[in-house]
């Protein structure tokens, strides 16, 4: 059974930073993409950013390229996500998720593991 558990969520204001980071235990952390998806108040979960495995391919949704970076570490089981230049409109639950391959993905769907999720709201 894997657990994830995702921390540094919170309340920021416009053009703010935060550190998102997700640890995961019960699997071989280092055998699986990871991902970072949020959800906001009546929007259905998007993807937000992915790893490789290996952590040499990253992938990001348009809305946040530039402003946040996905990075993991495979010794402490922890992925994490940086988010500088926030906006309101980056508010959401953000959850992190395992993926079923090496490789990471867009869709929710090739995620088998998903944590319970933490708020950010940045305030304008």
């Known amino acids: 059974q894997v657990q994830l558990v995702e921390s540094g969520g919170g309340l920021v204001q416009a053009g703010g930073s935060l550190r998102l980071s997700c640890a995961a235990s019960?699997?071989?952390?280092?055998?699986?993409?990871m991902g970072w998806f949020r959800q906001a108040p009546g929007k259905e979960r998007e993807f937000v950013a992915s790893i490789s495995r290996s952590g040499d391919i990253t992938n990001y949704a348009d809305s946040v390229k530039g402003r946040c970076t996905i990075s993991r570490d495979n010794a402490k089981n922890t992925v994490a996500l940086q988010m500088n230049s926030l906006k309101p409109e980056d508010t959401a639950v953000y959850y992190c998720a395992v993926g079923s391959g090496a490789y990471g993905s867009r869709w929710s769907q090739t995620y088998n593991y998903w944590g319970q999720g933490t708020q950010v709201t940045v305030s304008s």
């Open positions: 019960g699997r071989t952390f280092s055998w699986y993409a």
